[in-house]
């Protein structure tokens, strides 16, 4: 069943650093009392809540009977304008531990009733994951990490970070301090600071997706695009030869690259054909395995 009517409440709450996490959460319209469970979606690199078509493919999941609670990591860089990375001291230090954390405060907030609903109650006992890019790899982690997930949906997901690392910027971090990093569309340049890669191989054990991934038996789908420029769609593959879930799927949609087709700022009326059959397959794979 899908709902016409929805509702959009923002706010934050507080990281483990007591930094802000800015939220969004998307409820369709139900009977008020009713139970519904909680659909978490992550951002990645560069990457922020209301980046492109994102807002909208959280309305969708709301509306075929998810809670959708979409937020932006609290050292992701941006601040409360919610579009500018206008904190970039922050991203500077943006750690894989950090992100994973904020997950795991999201889930507190939810179970503490710092992000609840007027109308619906937010089921703490199903709780699913969806995340793009870093954010899938994240994704991943949290899965692992955090036993209120019971269903998982990556889209052009890392594997490893840690093979993502060049030798130029690991001659960056032990030089200067910090390697930098071109934002493609702004053209702006951002720092990312020595900790984000000691914070990487340290917590190794911990924080790559492709060795936590072994720990997860929830039902897991891993999707990619076959010409992904950004992140190679193996990865994808990666993780669901290394998950031992008993239902798991990898999906290859062709002809389509790191964002299926989408761009920021979005403005089209309909999601690109790529892109809706990644929705498509996320909305399905909830529906059969959190409902």
Partial sequence: MSFSSLTVTSGSV???????????????????????????????????????AFPDACEEIARTGFAVIAFNTSLNGVGSNMQEFDEPEL??????????????????????????????????????????????????????????????????????????WSDEMIADWDKKGFTEIKNARTGEVLKMGKVVYDDAIQNANRLMAIQRVQEIYIPSLFIAGKEDEAVDYRDSEKLFRKSPASEKEFRIID?????????????????????????DHTETWFLEHLR
């Fill in 91 to 164: 991203f500077e230090r943006g750690t894989l531990t950090q992100d994973l954390e904020d997950v795991g405060s999201i889930i507190e907030a939810i179970k503490n009733k710092e992000i609840e609903s007027d109308k619906v109650v937010l089921d703490t006992d199903r709780i699913g994951l969806v995340g793009h890019s870093r954010g899938g790899h994240t994704a991943v982690a949290a899965a692992a990490e955090y036993p209120e997930v019971q269903c998982l949906v990556t889209w052009s997901a890392v594997a490893d970070y840690n093979s993502r």
């Fill in 14 to 52: 507080s990281s483990s650093e007591n930094l802000p996490i800015y939220y969004d959460l998307y409820t369709p319209a139900k009977t008020t009392g009713t139970v519904l469970p909680v659909v978490l979606f992550l951002h990645g690199f560069k990457g922020f809540k209301d980046w492109g």
């Fill in 255 to 279: 002809g389509t690259g790191h964002t299926f087709g989408v761009s920021h700022p979005f403005e089209e009326k309909d999601f690109p054909s790529a892109f809706a059959e990644v929705l």
